[in-house]
């Protein structure tokens, strides 16, 4: 059993990258993990900078940023993979994984994303579970694949920090 008495975990879904290669999450195994929806043109979009110094920070501890676009929230991940691919490199450096755009919410939704709305269903309890409310919601997950947080975009990446060392140590 994982988070909040769901069976499984994180590690039993899959994704493709921004370069279309399909990534199993069980590559993960044994790494704290902090699950991202982006957009490159939303006003939270500069916590890339804020996700890459963490990333950087801890990366050599067994830190993952597993970032996902997603063009739900009013349209503002537009771009195709090699558009959002540029974008991040150019204008933030991004090294982490970057996934292909996907869909949080609605009958098209990501099954790791109903996975974690599932474990970790926001403020408004199982009536919020059934929707990410906008772009840099950030899930947590501990080295044993079981999601220990959420947090919402206006969390900024650096006031995760305290959080994520002691889920490395």
């Not at 979009?45 to 739900?72: M, S, V």
């Not at 990501?110 to 199982?126: A, I, Q």
């Not at 059934?130 to 997950?141: A, E, Q, R, Y």
Request: overall charge positive; aromatic content about 12%; some cysteine.
């Amino acid at each position: 059993m994982s988070s909040r008495g769901l069976k499984g975990s994180v590690y039993d879904f899959s994704a493709r990258l921004l370069d279309g290669q399909e990534v199993h999450l069980k590559e993960f195994r044994g790494k704290v993990l902090l699950i991202v929806n982006t957009a490159s043109q939303c006003g939270f979009t500069p916590q890339y900078a804020g996700l890459e110094e963490l990333y950087r920070t801890h990366k050599e501890r067994g830190f993952e940023i597993l970032g996902f676009p997603c063009n739900q929230f009013g349209g503002q991940e537009p771009g195709v993979a090699g558009e959002i691919e540029a974008f991040c490199k150019e204008n933030y450096d991004v090294s982490f994984p970057m996934f292909e755009k996907i869909e949080m919410n609605g009958a098209n939704a990501h099954p790791l994303y109903r996975y974690l709305k599932e474990c970790r269903p926001g403020l408004l309890g199982v009536i919020g579970a059934s929707g990410i409310k906008w772009n840099f919601t950030k899930f947590l997950v501990d080295r044993k694949g079981s999601v220990v947080g959420r947090y919402g975009p206006s969390k900024a990446p650096k006031a995760l920090e305290a959080t994520i060392e002691k889920l490395l140590d």
